[in-house]
Structures are given as C-alpha cells and as structure tokens.
C-alpha cells in the first residue's frame, strides 16, 4: 500500500467532518441545519471505523468462522460506532421536534429571522 | 454581525481546524495495521464468554455499563420528543380521512409487513451470534409495523400500535435492563457483571450468559421507543391541527 492510502480513510472523515461544519455555520433553515450535524457525525463513524480496520480483516463474528483462523477487524470501535449511531438518531430526533414547535411558535425556520425575533 | 464577517470568519476557523486535522492524520497509527491492542483483548474475553458476536460481547458484556448510558440518552430523548410534540392548548385532533390506497401498494405492504416484523425480532434474537442485536432489530421491528400506514391508512396503523402499551412496554425494557444490573450484585458479584448465568455452548442460541438477556431488554427498549417517536412525529403531520376545533 501506498503512503497514501495509509491516511487517506482519516483524510476522508476530516473532510466530511470541515463539509457538516461549513453546512452548520451557513445554514438558513434549521432542518438543513439538522441534516448538516448529522453529516459531521457521520465523520465519526468514518474515522472510528478506519482506526478499526486490519489488513485482509473479516468481522469479529465467529460464528462461521474458526477463531484464530482469520484477522478480525478492532471490535471495540464498531461498538462505539453502534452507539454513535443511536445517539446521533436520538439527538436528531429530539432536534427534530425542537424545530417543528420553533415553526409552530414562530412561523420561521431561518435562524438569521429568529435571532431578530429576540432582539 | 453580517454574513460576510461570519464567513470570513467560519473559513479562517475552518482552515485552522483542517491544518490541525491533517497534522492529526499523519501521526495516527497506519491505517489496516496490525496493532489493536484493545481488539484483540476484547476478541479473547468474547471467546472466553462463549459470545460468537464479539461486538454484542462488547455492548452487553465488557461494557454494559455504557449501553445503559446509551440506553438512557434513548429514553431521554423519547421522553424529551414526547413533551415538545405534544398537543398544544390551541389546537385539536382531526382524524384523517380514510383515502384509497392503489391496490399492488396494499398487497405489497401486507405481504412484507409479517417478513420484517420476522426479520426484525431474528435480527434480536440472534444479537449474540451474528452481526446485529437488540439496537439494529428493535429499529427493524418497529418500522415494519409502519408498513400498515403505507398499506392501508393512518387509522389501521392507530390500531395496531396503541401508542400506551408502547410507552409502558418502554420503561419496562428499561427497567428490565436495571433490574438485570443489580441481580448481578445481589448474586454477589457487581453491577452489570456477567456472572449471573452459565456461558453455555458456543454458538447456541442460549450462550453468553446474560448477553442475550440484556439485548432482548435492549432490543424491546429501541423498538418501543422509536415506535413512540415516530407516533409522535406522525400525529403532528397527519392528525394535530392548528385552532381549537370544532
């Protein structure tokens, strides 16, 4: 493998995490805003994932496999990706309905027009 | 500030943070390297437990502890979407009108709504052996009943899915998980440990000790709550309208 390849998979989750940050700090609506954390989450899953990774590894599942037969990949970080994945849908979800009563409330969605609401 | 500041702001941030980023990226270990100290610790303890799914050995055995933190932020965000989304003073509940549904849609749905409903409660059951468990299947189960919505419409998705019995079944999967927790201590051992239960035969279904245990309780837990949360969400597109009523 190149040189390359030995950063590229961190390489990728910093960028996807910089792209949700961009999204997050233009944002006009507050669903997009949403969306736009759950992007720089999916970086964590990504950079989880590739500290994880072993040359010619298979998944820490040994039902069909023999132990010790193969390589397995890092099961400790698939575990807390698993649990980044269910906490990233719970806050999306409790977002989510944050959004739904502040368009109720006040009839926008944009946060430039809410924080002149307030001021 | 105006949105020209703010975004010579966000790109001077942005790139400072992308150097720090890179400058990480090189010095971390090798990417697919050999060296994974905590895996391969955490692979023997799976094997020594008798647990064939190492990642459900790490959720529910060598760190239970954390997925009851999990669990919790779970129900405290159902909690949370059940309070903002609830129905406000100044509105009222209209009941959708029946609407046709085009017939291949109907059977469709009907047809694979029992397969992932199937599907969903193998994918808990079987969280000790292969890839899956109480998270993924619970999440399985729990969309599968909304095929019903897609089948038919809102009021027969209303029937099978009283919205109560699924709070209730909530809190009871979480305190099951709990209760699991201190069974431990009292049979003198600590929190959560798995030494309640014998680890049985490698790669049945009763193996594990208390892993298949806790990730039924897991699995019930997710499947009620995401369950209760698109309920909530659902009745705010389809049934709570603006006004008093009448």
């Known amino acids: 493998m190149t040189a390359v390849m030995h950063v590229l998979p961190y390489l990728v989750a910093a960028y996807v995490f910089l792209v949700g940050a961009y999204g997050l700090a233009t944002s006009r609506n507050l669903i997009h805003a949403v969306g736009c954390l759950a992007v720089c989450q999916s970086a964590t899953y990504v950079l989880l994932l590739a500290v994880g990774y072993r040359d010619g590894g298979t998944a820490p599942v040994f039902s069909d496999i023999r132990p010790g037969s193969r390589p397995v990949v890092d099961p400790v970080v698939q575990a807390l990706t698993l649990t980044d994945i269910v906490v990233g849908a719970t806050v999306t979800a409790l977002l989510l309905a944050l959004t739904v009563q502040i368009a109720k409330r006040h009839g926008t969605v944009d946060p430039d027009e809410l924080r002149e609401l307030r001021g | ?246």
Not at chain 2, 151 to 174: K, V
Not at chain 2, 200 to 210: E, I, Q, V, Y
Not at chain 2, 215 to 237: P, Y
């Open chain 2, 1 to 246: 500030m105006n949105p020209r500041t703010r975004l010579w702001l966000v790109v001077l941030g942005g790139g400072g943070l992308a150097a720090l980023l890179v400058a990480a990226c090189l010095r971390l270990p090798v990417f697919g390297g050999p060296w994974h100290p905590y895996g391969d610790r955490a692979v023997r303890a799976a094997l020594a437990r008798h647990t064939a799914n190492t990642v459900a050995s790490v959720n529910f055995d060598q760190r239970a502890f954390d997925t009851m933190g999990e669990m919790t932020i779970l129900f405290g965000a159902v909690l949370g979407c059940v309070v903002l989304l609830r129905q406000a003073r100044d509105e009222h509940r209209d009941p959708p009108a029946p609407c046709e549904v085009a017939a291949p849609v109907r059977r469709y749905a009907l047809i694979v709504l029992p397969v992932a409903l199937v599907t969903g409660l193998y994918v808990i059951a079987h969280g000790q052996l292969s890839p899956g468990g109480g998270f993924q299947g619970g999440v399985v189960a729990a969309t599968a009943l909304h095929l019903m919505y897609l089948g038919a419409d809102y009021a027969a998705l209303e029937r099978i899915r009283p919205i109560e019995a699924y709070e209730i079944g909530d809190a009871l999967s979480a305190s099951a998980y709990l209760v699991l927790g201190f069974a431990g201590v009292l049979a003198g051992s600590a929190f959560l440990a798995n030494t309640l239960l014998p680890y049985g035969t490698f790669n049945m279904l009763s193996s594990g000790g208390t892993v298949p245990l806790l990730n039924a309780a897991i699995g019930m837990e997710v499947a009620c709550a995401v369950v209760v949360l698109l309920a909530r969400f659902l009745d705010q597109a389809v049934e709570i309208e603006e006004g008093s009523g009448e």
